[in-house]
């Protein structure tokens, strides 16, 4: 019942935007409140690295390479997390992976979406 679904995922140019949408529909919403959410990155050949996270608690933070890039949010109302993708670079390129850290219960994953950035 933890399993988030990513979706929003696509092929754009350099210097494009996408949204991506991670939602937990199935996850009560007490739980989505207290629960901590990431996204990650794949890219081919690659092993699978943070992006940004948001907390429970509000805290938002990005790894070095997407800032003023990337903006991540949550909607506890929608129980869904977004991740806003500006200025996008060939670097971006990967499959993107929704994690949900649960408290008390541990971590559920996504089955993730594909982004590719054309140069």
């Known amino acids: 019942q933890g399993q988030p679904v990513e979706s929003g995922g696509g092929l754009v140019q350099a210097g494009g935007s996408l949204r991506l949408s991670c939602k937990a529909e199935r996850m009560i919403t007490s739980v989505f409140w207290s629960t901590d959410f990431s996204w990650h990155r794949q890219a081919p050949g690659k092993q699978r690295d943070l992006v940004a996270e948001t907390t429970s608690a509000g805290a938002n933070n990005y790894v070095e390479s997407v800032k003023g890039r990337f903006t991540i949010s949550r909607d506890n109302s929608k129980k869904t997390v977004y991740l806003q993708m500006n200025n996008l670079k060939s670097e971006d390129t990967g499959v993107y992976y929704c994690?949900?850290?649960?408290?008390?219960?541990?971590?559920?994953w996504g089955r993730g979406t594909q982004v590719t950035v054309s140069s």
């Open positions: 994690a949900a850290r649960i408290p008390g219960s541990g971590d559920y």
